[in-house]
């Protein structure tokens, strides 16, 4: 059975930063592309970063040169390393991943950017 645990949401002040890490079991983690996606409240889940098997890296535009995604194969751990955080990053962030054509989703860590 897949399960993804997200954790090190929070409350932080703008301009600060946050680490988030999604600790995997029941997939072959080397071999599993990671994802992480954010949802605010009355908007539609959208993609921050992807990492690929091999360690390539996309970014969604908002996240781009501010958002980091790595992986820790011996960990079974993706990580997501959350610099200047703007209030408009505020959202439920989930990590997912695709095995044999069916999507994974962790439960969600709240990430709450606010003065």
């Known amino acids: 059975q897949v399960q993804l645990v997200e954790s090190g949401g929070g409350l932080v002040q703008p301009g600060g930063s946050l680490r988030l890490s999604c600790a995997a079991s029941?997939?072959?983690?080397?071999?599993?592309?990671m994802d992480w996606y954010r949802q605010a409240p009355g908007k539609q889940r959208e993609l921050v970063a992807r990492?690929?098997?091999?360690?390539?890296?996309n970014y969604g535009d908002p996240v781009k040169d501010r958002f980091t995604i790595s992986r820790e194969n011996a960990k079974n751990t993706v990580y997501l390393q959350m610099n200047t955080l703007k209030p408009e990053d505020t959202a439920v962030y989930y990590c997912?991943?695709?095995?044999?054509?069916?999507?994974?989703w962790g439960q969600g860590t709240q990430v709450t950017v606010s003065s």
């Open positions: 997912h991943t695709i095995r044999r054509g069916v999507n994974y």
């Open positions: 029941g997939i072959t983690f080397s071999i599993a592309p």
């Open positions: 990492i690929s098997i091999g360690g390539s890296t």
